[in-house]
Nanobody, 126 residues
Framework: QVQLQESGGGLVQAGDSLRLSCAAS????????IGWFRQAPGKEREFVAG????????HYSNSVKDRFTVSRDNAKNMVFLQMTSLKAEDTAVYYC???????????????????WGQGTQVTVSS
């Protein structure tokens, strides 16, 4: 099973940028699709972005489209989430996730994934 670890979160001001990283260990995830989710206090975990195993196709939620960019470096077992023009409503714990099987087509559903990182806190002050 793949172990995932997020990093790069922090406290920023509205309008700032952050880049989150997701590092995989245990097994290569070059053949796996990766999803980014977030969860704010009192809210359900929601899909943010996903990238297909080849890296050639990405999918974004409407709330982050045109502001966030997901990318991957399969040689380094890393996935990134570049976040720009951050807003207070982007404040949440951000998680990366993957699955042992191909889940593209269900990438927006949290229950499609079976490996999750511990999360990294992103706080955006307005």
């Amino acid at each position: 099973q793949v172990q995932l670890q997020e990093s790069g979160g922090g406290l920023v001001q509205a309008g700032d940028s952050l880049r989150l990283s997701c590092a995989a260990s245990g097994r290569s995830f070059s053949g796996k699709s990766i999803g980014w989710f977030r969860q704010a206090p009192g809210k359900e975990r929601e899909f943010v972005a996903g990238i297909r195993r080849s890296g050639g196709y990405a999918h974004y939620s409407n709330s982050v489209k045109d502001r966030f960019t997901v990318s991957r470096d399969n040689a380094k077992n890393m996935v990134f989430l570049q976040m720009t023009s951050l807003k207070a409503e982007d404040t949440a714990v951000y998680y990366c996730a993957t699955a042992g099987r191909e889940i593209w087509g269900s990438e927006t559903r949290a229950d499609a994934y079976d490996s999750w990182g511990q999360g990294t806190q992103v706080t955006v002050s307005s």
